[in-house]
């Protein structure tokens, strides 16, 4: 009985010691954004933390623009806890700082349904809010795309030409796009686009 | 050719795919014939959410915040076949980082980062001189412990990482035995070869050597004991550590400054000796991508689990950084032939079994295309070893501070005196005790007064 007992007591004193070292580590419990992960200059946001430690917020901006969207820039949020010389992290948050003008490709991976193929996905409306109103839809991969969106039927041209959005359509919720497959593609599987791309322009609009 | 190959060295880190580690070789121009990363880098869309997301270089060598996916049913989401075209996509590393940590999407999420050459520096110098392999693929689109159990037993009765105790059946430590071959394996921290209970007696018995003993055994041990095949364990990350005891494996999510001062250790342990050194090839290898991007496709080469539920995949795992380190490897080399973690094992049935293959399983992997090492090895050598960047390597703490890995102040100063003097007073029981010293006076002189590289 005896060498049991110690050999009990020996674990609750290794237990307690490991939790004592646990609860000593630094920890980010959480780190959120609000309201969205893309925004413009016209958008403020609101950063959550819980941290076990001292809470140290790091923050840098990025030149993000290219060829379609030279203003673009990432802001990076990165959340540090420190306790001594330990120190803990959090996977970062990027925000996209967005121009009052910019192009949004909306681009999601295929299945083939008969002689189509079909593309859906979901703009999360969590991530882009309902601040990004459609100007303006086009397909810039020479295939005529029918797209479906928000309860709307848009049908775009294989020559590329911009169509306009009906108004008020935001670039948030469900996409679906379609297009038919050529003799060649439905011969050949190995043919078909894996995924299908509707570029669109959006406008920021403060609600 | 082989017979100009008397000592083989294996070193294994973790977790890191080809273009996470490489890709930047071809995308920064040092070697333009790799096969890598090519601008415009959103020629590699990685989609969620209808939103394409494009590899990035990343700013700095600091830890990561987690552990990145990359059991079995995360890779087949990494990898993405499609069920349109059935061609893996290559596309959906993001898609699994964000549904598994939870994280909000982010245009710079872990997975799509890659270094450059500064913040690998030993990596990238090895990679550059000697040999990359850039079709170098994880036996299985799985974790850890399958794959290394694929690179040293050649098969695998597990699909998946996880707490259990592997079988060993067809491991390479009783082959070398058997076929005779003088071996040992030298570990920083506690082996991995530890999991495999069948295997105990090797990892207590005398060919597991300390780490520390490398360089030395290499310098000065005689031709007639010295190992024909070596296995090199850096520190785990996933195992026991105790005081300063650091891991250097590479996996996620530690810093890569620990285990690229491991790399240069070890080449400067296998380089030490100009006789070894012009009959030696050292492979340094990854078991497996570690949740990271990369951008080729895995070959549609099946293989089913020999244990339990008896699991098949359709293809190989994704690629890893491999690199072939000798003098019969040409100068800044590239080899597109296809290698898996069995081509390590083809290698050594060539050299120590001639006709005999390590295995049917790897006899029949050969059959579906993938080659051995043997392949890639060149009949002009190159004798002279050139020396690594030979700067401290610094990483970054999460805030920004300096984390040396080489000492410094007063104290170390007064420790590299007293250990030099002794060294100069009772150099064979300092070689006993204290193996690693050798290497810390040999080298330790050409770095003082180097700049530090900080990632």
Same mark, same amino acid.
């Given at each position: 009985?005896?060498?049991?007992?110690?050999?009990?007591?020996?674990?609750?004193?290794?237990?307690?010691?490991?939790?004592?070292?646990?609860?000593?580590?630094?920890?980010?419990?959480?780190?959120?954004?609000?309201?969205?992960?893309?925004?413009?200059?016209?958008?403020?946001?609101?950063?959550?933390?819980?941290?076990?430690?001292?809470?140290?917020?790091?923050?840098?901006?990025?030149?993000?623009?290219?060829?379609?969207?030279?203003?673009?820039?990432?802001?990076?949020?990165?959340?540090?806890?420190?306790?001594?010389?330990?120190?803990?992290?959090?996977?970062?948050?990027?925000?996209?700082?967005?121009?009052?003008?910019?192009?949004?490709?909306?681009?999601?991976?295929?299945?083939?349904?008969?002689?189509?193929?079909?593309?859906?996905?979901?703009?999360?409306?969590?991530?882009?809010?309902?601040?990004?109103?459609?100007?303006?839809?086009?397909?810039?991969?020479?295939?005529?795309?029918?797209?479906?969106?928000?309860?709307?039927?848009?049908?775009?041209?294989?020559?590329?030409?911009?169509?306009?959005?009906?108004?008020?359509?935001?670039?948030?919720?469900?996409?679906?796009?379609?297009?038919?497959?050529?003799?060649?593609?439905?011969?050949?599987?190995?043919?078909?686009?894996?995924?299908?791309?509707?570029?669109?322009?959006?406008?920021?609009?403060?609600? | 050719?082989?017979?100009?190959?008397?000592?083989?060295?294996?070193?294994?880190?973790?977790?890191?795919?080809?273009?996470?580690?490489?890709?930047?070789?071809?995308?920064?121009?040092?070697?333009?014939?790799?096969?890598?990363?090519?601008?415009?880098?959103?020629?590699?869309?990685?989609?969620?959410?209808?939103?394409?997301?494009?590899?990035?270089?990343?700013?700095?060598?600091?830890?990561?915040?987690?552990?990145?996916?990359?059991?079995?049913?995360?890779?087949?989401?990494?990898?993405?076949?499609?069920?349109?075209?059935?061609?893996?996509?290559?596309?959906?590393?993001?898609?699994?980082?964000?549904?598994?940590?939870?994280?909000?999407?982010?245009?710079?999420?872990?997975?799509?980062?890659?270094?450059?050459?500064?913040?690998?520096?030993?990596?990238?110098?090895?990679?550059?001189?000697?040999?990359?392999?850039?079709?170098?693929?994880?036996?299985?689109?799985?974790?850890?412990?399958?794959?290394?159990?694929?690179?040293?037993?050649?098969?695998?009765?597990?699909?998946?990482?996880?707490?259990?105790?592997?079988?060993?059946?067809?491991?390479?430590?009783?082959?070398?035995?058997?076929?005779?071959?003088?071996?040992?394996?030298?570990?920083?921290?506690?082996?991995?070869?530890?999991?495999?209970?069948?295997?105990?007696?090797?990892?207590?018995?005398?060919?597991?050597?300390?780490?520390?003993?490398?360089?030395?055994?290499?310098?000065?041990?005689? *031709?007639?004991?010295? &190992?024909?095949? %070596?296995?090199?364990?850096? =520190?785990?990350?996933?195992?026991? /550590? +105790?005081? $300063?005891?650091?891991?250097?494996?590479?996996?996620?999510?530690?810093?890569?400054?620990?285990?690229?001062?491991?790399?240069?250790?070890?080449?400067?342990?296998?380089?030490?000796?100009?006789?070894?050194?012009?009959?030696?090839?050292?492979?340094?290898?990854?078991?497996?991508?570690?949740?990271?991007? *990369?951008?080729?496709? &895995?070959?549609? %080469?099946?293989?089913?689990? =020999?244990?339990?539920?008896?699991? /098949? +995949?359709? $293809?190989?795992?994704?690629?890893?950084?491999?690199?072939?380190?000798?003098?019969?490897?040409?100068?800044?080399?590239?080899?597109?032939?296809?290698?898996?973690?069995?081509?390590?094992?083809?290698?050594?049935?060539?050299?120590?079994?001639?006709?005999?293959?390590?295995?049917?399983?790897?006899?029949?992997?050969?059959?579906?295309?993938?080659?051995?090492?043997?392949?890639?090895?060149?009949?002009?050598?190159?004798?002279?070893?050139?020396?690594?960047?030979?700067?401290?390597?610094?990483?970054?703490?999460?805030?920004?501070?300096?984390?040396?890995?080489?000492?410094?102040?007063?104290?170390?100063?007064?420790?590299?005196?007293?250990?030099?003097?002794?060294?100069?007073?009772?150099?064979?029981?300092?070689?006993?005790?204290?193996?690693?010293?050798?290497?810390?006076?040999?080298?330790?002189?050409?770095?003082?007064?180097?700049?530090?590289?900080?990632?």
């Amino acid at each position: 009985m005896i060498p049991v007992l110690t050999y009990f007591y020996k674990a609750w004193i290794f237990f307690l010691l490991s939790c004592l070292c646990y609860s000593c580590s630094p920890k980010v419990i959480s780190f959120g954004v609000q309201p969205c992960a893309h925004i413009t200059k016209e958008d403020s946001v609101r950063l959550t933390w819980r941290v076990r430690g001292k809470p140290v917020l790091l923050f840098y901006t990025e030149d993000a623009g290219d060829d379609e969207n030279p203003g673009k820039q990432y802001l990076t949020y990165k959340m540090v806890a420190q306790k001594g010389s330990k120190e803990a992290t959090y996977p970062p948050l990027v925000l996209t700082l967005h121009t009052d003008t910019s192009i949004d490709n909306i681009i999601i991976n295929t299945r083939r349904s008969g002689d189509s193929a079909i593309a859906t996905g979901i703009r999360d409306i969590s991530e882009w809010s309902t601040h990004f109103l459609l100007d303006s839809l086009s397909s810039p991969r020479h295939r005529a795309l029918t797209v479906l969106h928000a309860g709307n039927t848009i049908e775009l041209s294989a020559d590329g030409r911009k169509h306009a959005a009906p108004p008020g359509l935001t670039n948030s919720g469900e996409w679906e796009i379609r297009t038919l497959l050529s003799d060649a593609e439905k011969k050949d599987s190995s043919l078909i686009p894996p995924r299908l791309l509707v570029k669109t322009i959006i406008i920021h609009t403060k609600n | 050719m082989l017979e100009n190959i008397k000592t083989i060295v294996l070193l294994m880190f973790e977790n890191r795919s080809f273009d996470h580690m490489l890709g930047h070789l071809s995308y920064d121009g040092i070697n333009t014939k790799i096969d890598g990363l090519t601008s415009p880098l959103s020629q590699y869309p990685n989609i969620y959410n209808a939103t394409a997301y494009t590899p990035f270089r990343m700013k700095a060598d600091t830890a990561f915040a987690t552990d990145l996916p990359h059991e079995k049913d995360w890779v087949a989401m990494q990898l993405d076949k499609s069920p349109a075209n059935g061609q893996y996509l290559m596309d959906g590393f993001v898609k699994a980082y964000m549904q598994s940590t939870g994280a909000p999407p982010n245009p710079k999420s872990a997975p799509l980062g890659f270094y450059n050459a500064a913040q690998i520096p030993i990596t990238s110098f090895l990679a550059s001189t000697y040999c990359t392999c850039d079709r170098w693929f994880a036996s299985l689109p799985t974790s850890t412990q399958p794959n290394r159990t694929m690179a040293f037993c050649g098969d695998s009765s597990i699909d998946a990482t996880k707490l259990q105790l592997i079988s060993a059946d067809g491991n390479i430590f009783d082959w070398m035995s058997n076929a005779g071959v003088n071996w040992r394996v030298y570990h920083d921290g506690l082996s991995f070869f530890t999991l495999y209970n069948r295997l105990w007696p090797y990892v207590l018995g005398s060919r597991f050597r300390d780490y520390e003993y490398l360089y030395n055994d290499f310098k000065t041990e005689p *031709d007639t004991s010295f &190992p024909e095949v %070596i296995l090199v364990e850096p =520190t785990y990350q996933d195992a026991p /550590h +105790f005081g $300063s005891d650091h891991p250097n494996d590479n996996h996620p999510p530690l810093a890569i400054g620990w285990g690229e001062e491991f790399l240069r250790r070890t080449y400067e342990a296998v380089t030490c000796n100009p006789m070894r050194w012009g009959n030696t090839l050292m492979i340094v290898y990854y078991d497996e991508h570690g949740g990271f991007f *990369d951008h080729v496709p &895995p070959p549609a %080469i099946g293989y089913t689990t =020999t244990g339990g539920a008896r699991t /098949h +995949f359709d $293809s190989l795992g994704v690629r890893i950084p491999g690199i072939l380190i000798s003098p019969h490897v040409g100068k800044s080399t590239v080899s597109h032939l296809l290698f898996d973690h069995t081509s390590v094992l083809q290698l050594l049935a060539e050299k120590f079994t001639p006709g005999t293959p390590y295995s049917g399983t790897v006899a029949a992997r050969a059959g579906n295309g993938i080659q051995s090492i043997s392949q890639a090895l060149t009949t002009t050598p190159d004798l002279v070893a050139p020396p690594a960047p030979s700067a401290p390597i610094m990483v970054k703490s999460a805030l920004g501070d300096s984390i040396p890995v080489a000492p410094d102040g007063a104290m170390g100063q007064a420790f590299e005196q007293a250990a030099l003097a002794m060294m100069d007073a009772r150099p064979d029981e300092v070689r006993l005790k204290y193996p690693e010293l050798s290497q810390w006076r040999d080298i330790s002189a050409k770095t003082r007064n180097a700049p530090a590289i900080h990632t």
